[in-house]
């Protein structure tokens, strides 16, 4: 089974709203990878996020097209969250993660190449990777951009 770990959409700056919604933008490039992944045949058991407007926001919208429409908050996927702990408890059970750099990035590095520093995936905003786990370990399967997208 995969774990999907994906970088909230684009928000609005913190100047124009401090709880830092998606932007138009944001939200069009999100609903256009959870098209995708829809079209594609990819489905989740869970989708679970930070509890950060735009994360949630993002989390609805893959949730929505993907998963049962349910969201689940779950706490240490803020940006400078630790990630050994968190990744402690993941399960290879068909679960998405919307959350935030530097941890969303940290945290793949960790899980494929045991160094949260290693740079394993350069996220981008409503960027999915699919990570899963074979004997060896865990290896990035796919990752899906929004410009790789239609719009």
Same mark, same amino acid.
């Given at each position: 089974?995969?774990?999907?770990?994906?970088?909230?959409?684009?928000?609005?700056?913190?100047?124009?709203?401090?709880?830092?919604?998606?932007?138009?933008?944001?939200?069009?490039? $999100?609903?256009?990878? =959870?098209?995708?992944?829809?079209?594609?045949?990819?489905? #989740?058991?869970?989708?679970? /996020?930070? *509890? &950060?407007?735009?994360?949630?926001?993002?989390?609805?919208?893959?949730?929505?097209?993907?998963?049962?429409?349910?969201?689940?908050?779950v706490?240490?996927?803020?940006?400078?969250?630790?990630? $050994?702990?968190f990744? =402690?408890?993941l399960?290879?059970?068909?679960t998405?993660? #919307?959350?935030?750099?530097? /941890?969303? *990035? &940290?945290l793949?590095?960790?899980?494929?190449?045991?160094?949260?520093?290693?740079?394993v995936?350069?996220?981008?905003?409503?960027?999915?990777?699919?990570?899963?786990?074979d004997?060896?370990?865990?290896?990035?399967?796919?990752?899906?951009?929004?410009?790789?997208?239609?719009?």
């Open positions: 089974m995969a774990i999907f770990f994906v970088q909230h959409g684009v928000a609005v700056p913190e100047e124009v709203d401090p709880n830092r919604p998606l932007s138009a933008d944001g939200r069009r490039e $999100v609903e256009a990878i =959870a098209a995708h992944l829809r079209k594609v045949g990819v489905s #989740v058991n869970k989708v679970c /996020h930070s *509890g &950060k407007t735009r994360a949630k926001e993002t989390a609805q919208i893959l949730s929505g097209q993907i998963g049962d429409g349910n969201l689940h908050e706490p240490g996927m803020n940006p400078n969250d630790p990630v $050994v702990a990744a =402690a408890g399960k290879e059970d068909n998405m993660f #919307v959350g935030h750099l530097p /941890h969303m *990035g &940290k793949v590095s960790y899980l494929v190449a045991g160094n949260e520093a290693a740079g995936v350069k996220f981008v905003n409503g960027g999915v990777v699919c990570v899963e786990k004997p060896a370990g865990y290896h990035v399967e796919w990752y899906l951009k929004p410009s790789l997208c239609k719009l």
